[in-house]
């Protein structure tokens, strides 16, 4: 089983479903990419995600175009918001599906309220792709 986690950044979102997805069972081949990928894995996100246990802090912010030549089970959007556009992946997929979260690394504010976004963001990853994995892989 292979799955492309996919957004624009690949710092954040997409970066926390892939270190979900691999904890839930370690013979999926997971990946994350991002259309217009930050080059770095954002530093709160590595943080909310190893309060629980989970580490991404090796994870790299990989561009689309490095799988495009590649067969996919799965292609898995998260892009959110309403300003937010989704990318397209045009390469070999069986399924493509879309599971929308907000992006934490926009919250503005005091810094207990922008952890408070990660700490929410995070978890609703973990539900979303936990239905997800029950659903189709499990």
Not at 21 to 41: C, H, M, P, R
């Amino acid at each position: 089983m292979r799955i492309l986690i996919l957004c624009t950044g690949n710092s954040c979102r997409s970066q926390m479903a892939h270190g979900f997805l691999q904890s839930f069972d370690k013979n999926i081949e997971v990946y994350s990419a991002g259309t217009e990928a930050s080059g770095k894995l954002n530093t709160k996100a590595a943080q909310v995600m190893n309060e629980i246990g989970i580490d991404i802090s090796g994870h790299t912010s990989d561009s689309v175009e490095k799988y495009l030549g590649e067969k996919w089970d799965y292609v898995i959007t998260v892009c959110g918001g309403a300003n937010e556009a989704c990318p397209a992946f045009m390469g070999d997929v069986k399924h493509r599906l879309h599971i929308g979260f907000d992006d934490p690394s926009h919250v503005e504010g005091t810094d207990e309220f922008i952890m408070s976004e990660f700490h929410r963001v995070r978890d609703e990853i973990k539900e979303g792709f936990y239905k997800f994995y029950t659903k189709n892989i499990k």
